[in-house]
């Protein structure tokens, strides 16, 4: 069973989309005996000590980043102005805490400014505040002093400051950067899992940069690692607070969510079969999406080179795209089992199903 360190300590580093740096710092320590490349964009390739070249190629995908925001100005009053790597909502940004990195690496809380009651107009009492209207305030009472006394310098990255903290009466994690620390954490458990196994495809690692901002990494990882099959792991919205029991796709503690489709990519189906089947062979419980909106890594996977089969499978989490998430590590750890006994189960028929020549 992973280590709930691992998570804690992905979920912890800082990693806006092109500032993933701290959390590739975390990977390589808990890598093991895995063999790590890193490529300009700040992807991550792991790749296991028996890789054969002969073998087919099984990609296991995860996003590094999480999102973010980056200082675009700094105004005479000392607030610094924000823009946003990945989507966030005005109401999930107002009067919270952050940290951003000065030029020495060090991080300096501030909050988001928030109107006070007394000042709002009563258009802003009825529709709210934009995104136009956050500002981060260090403390700071003038540029100069942002500059020179705090360091902080416009490019500078921004990340929610939040703890991670686990209760384990229930296997209740709360954290930032579920989505999609989780898939990075499943990523590695998933390749140590599958280490000392004699299997007729390579495992590959490939963690990506810069998902939230429109899927970039993956471009580039799935060209380098030209799998023949994938695997996209997912901190996925969880939909229990939203929707009804009947409706609910995501329900945190009810095991892993595969999804059948987004607005990205629509699943093949021999490879969802398969995880159907070691679902119930295995006693592992799944959820199974079928998402309006959405995307994933998938959307640029599946159409990679001649075409890649990808599975995509999610670890459900409330609250996706704010400072605070819950996700259960019980539904932590049936993804990394699901996503073993899958790859285990893969033989040479399955393989042959994807690429067929009739006469
Ligand atoms: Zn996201």
Redesign the pocket.
């Known amino acids: 069973m992973t280590d709930i360190k691992l998570i804690e300590a992905l979920s912890n580093a800082p990693g806006a989309p092109g500032f993933e740096d701290e959390v590739i710092d975390v990977v390589l320590k808990h890598k093991g005996s895995l063999k790590a490349k890193k490529d300009s964009l700040k992807n991550l390739y792991l790749y296991p000590k028996n890789y054969d070249a002969s073998k087919p190629t099984i990609m296991l995908d995860a996003?590094l980043d999480?999102?973010g925001f980056i200082v675009s100005y700094i105004d005479q009053n000392g607030l610094l102005g924000i823009e946003m790597l990945?989507?966030w909502e005005w109401y999930n940004v107002s009067a919270h805490l952050f940290k951003v990195r000065n030029r020495n690496g060090q991080y300096i809380k501030g909050i988001v400014g928030s109107k006070p009651p007394h000042f709002l107009t009563p258009e802003e009492q009825d529709n709210g505040l934009t995104m136009k209207d956050m500002k981060l305030d260090i403390g700071a009472t003038s540029r100069e002093e942002v500059m020179d006394t705090f360091g902080i310098e416009v490019g500078a990255p921004i990340v929610p400051d939040v703890t991670f903290d686990y209760n384990d009466k229930n296997q209740t994690m709360l954290g930032k950067a579920f989505?999609?620390r989780l898939g990075c954490a499943a990523v590695i458990e998933t390749l140590k899992a599958l280490e000392n196994e004699d299997l007729p495809v390579n495992v590959v690692g490939a963690l990506a940069a810069q998902?939230?901002v429109g899927l970039r990494g993956a471009t580039v990882t799935a060209r380098r690692v030209d799998p023949q099959l994938a695997i996209v792991f997912?901190?996925t919205?969880s939909d229990d607070y939203a929707k009804p029991v009947e409706l609910s796709q995501a329900r945190m503690g009810h095991g892993p969510q595969i999804r059948h489709k987004d607005s990205s990519y629509i699943a093949n189906e021999d490879w969802i079969s398969l995880a159907n089947k070691v679902s119930k062979t295995q006693s592992i419980p799944i959820q199974h999406a079928v998402r309006e909106g959405g995307g994933t890594n998938a959307g640029r996977i599946h159409l990679n080179n001649l075409g890649v089969p990808v599975l995509v499978l999610g670890v459900p989490s409330r609250y996706?795209?704010t400072h605070h998430l819950f996700a259960s590590f019980e539904d932590f750890n049936h993804t990394v089992q699901l996503a073993a006994e899958s790859i285990k189960a893969i033989d040479q028929s399955f393989l042959d199903k994807f690429e067929v020549d009739f006469d």
């Open positions: 996003h999480e999102v990945g989507r989505d999609n998902e939230e997912e901190g919205p996706a795209h």
